[in-house]
């Protein structure tokens, strides 16, 4: 979702090493990704996966847009049993409505972000296009935090991770979009996988949340409360039905509604325990899937320090070039805003005429 160069088309230094041998998948793979602008073979593969997960997520869920509809493909008919129950009405109805209409465009749209010959052939669209996922995130950040409080049960552990991810997604775009107005290319690149990568943590956190619902159920020991209005409106609103199961339902009245014990049950027939599965399991599942993917681009960053270096070059020439002071760090640099030793280029730029130009701040060099 950058909105300059940024990721995914890695350096050309590889022309720099010596020649070797090739196989013929090798060969083949290279006619494949090249012309996509990848430069590095480890690239292409990681897009595919990651991006690939991505994309599917999203286009599988687009059908959530109609979030009341009948239709079985509808959220109300096709989210967790007991969802809809409460994001029917009020703030909660608009918070969903929010989140979906926002998070499924911005996950769509993010994925091009990362095709390097969109980047540098259509370097309008590469801005146009990440200024709208940076808008669209916002505002499914909005969403996501009207509704937490009945997102799968509404726990605390839930209602916690939901803000914690709205607060690493903001900060993480804040940090990019400054570090790109500053010509920082390298950190604009990192603070994007970074945001991308916190916003796929709700892929990670289904997957886990499915096999946590399926361990619990068949332990047998876990139970979740549950109101019977809910119970009842999962049921078709058989209220009979659902008393003869949940006999504490029968003092169920208008201005009451009371709270019975739910059997946590993925695979047990019953609409109620499932949900109760899912509750239970989707507040562990997100902190860890926070754990996994947050650990996991840093690794990725740490893994790519020549591509890092390859961008503050490239970050120092534009902003040599533009008249910015402290080339190389005029953003959100360790090297500036901590104790890290004083960056050098790599090389001089062939930008001389400059060397004794005014800075943006009246100073000289």
């Known amino acids: 979702m950058s909105l300059a160069p940024a990721e995914m088309s890695e350096s050309s230094d590889s022309s720099q090493r010596p020649s070797r041998p090739t196989s013929k998948f090798v060969r083949t793979m290279r006619k494949v990704y090249r012309p996509l602008g990848f430069a590095k073979g480890y690239n292409f593969p990681l897009f595919v996966i990651f991006a690939g997960a991505l994309m599917g997520f999203v286009l599988a869920r687009f059908s959530y847009l109609n979030v009341s509809g009948d239709a079985p493909s509808s959220f109300a008919s096709g989210g967790a049993p007991g969802e809809w129950y409460h994001y029917r009405n009020g703030h909660y109805r608009i918070g969903i409505t929010m989140h979906l209409a926002a998070c499924l465009p911005a996950g769509f749209l993010v994925v091009w972000q990362f095709v390097p010959v969109i980047r540098h052939k259509f370097l309008l669209f590469h801005r146009i296009n990440g200024y709208l996922v940076i808008v669209l995130t916002l505002i499914s950040n909005v969403g996501a935090l009207m509704i937490c409080r009945r997102s799968f049960g509404g726990g605390l552990d839930t209602q916690s991770a939901v803000g914690t991810l709205a607060i690493l997604t903001t900060a993480s775009i804040g940090m990019a979009y400054y570090n790109i107005k500053r010509l920082q290319i390298d950190q604009h690149r990192a603070w994007m996988l970074r945001m991308v990568f916190y916003l796929g943590t709700i892929i990670t956190t289904r997957i886990i949340m499915i096999l946590s619902a399926l ?13 019977c209005d809910q119970i009842v409106f999962v049921n078709d609103g058989d209220a009979g039905k659902v008393e003869s199961v949940y006999p504490g339902c029968a003092n169920r009245t208008a201005s009451s509604d009371p709270y019975v014990v739910v059997s946590a049950n993925l695979a047990g027939g019953r609409a109620e325990e499932a949900g109760a599965s899912l509750d239970l399991s989707f ?19 740490n893994l790519t320090p020549a591509e890092t270096d390859r961008l503050r070059n490239v970050s120092y020439e534009r902003q040599l070039e533009a008249g910015y002071e402290h080339p190389g760090s005029a953003g959100l640099t360790a090297d500036r805003w901590g104790d890290a030793p004083e960056w050098k280029p790599a090389s001089q730029p062939a930008i001389q005429h400059v060397e004794h130009a005014p800075l943006k701040d009246g100073s000289r060099r």
Do not use: N
């Open 283 to 301: 507040g562990s599942a997100i902190w860890l899937a926070i754990f996994l993917h947050v650990v996991g681009v840093e690794i990725y960053l």
């Open 215 to 227: 361990i619990i159920s068949m332990i047998g020991s876990y139970y979740h409360a549950q109101s």
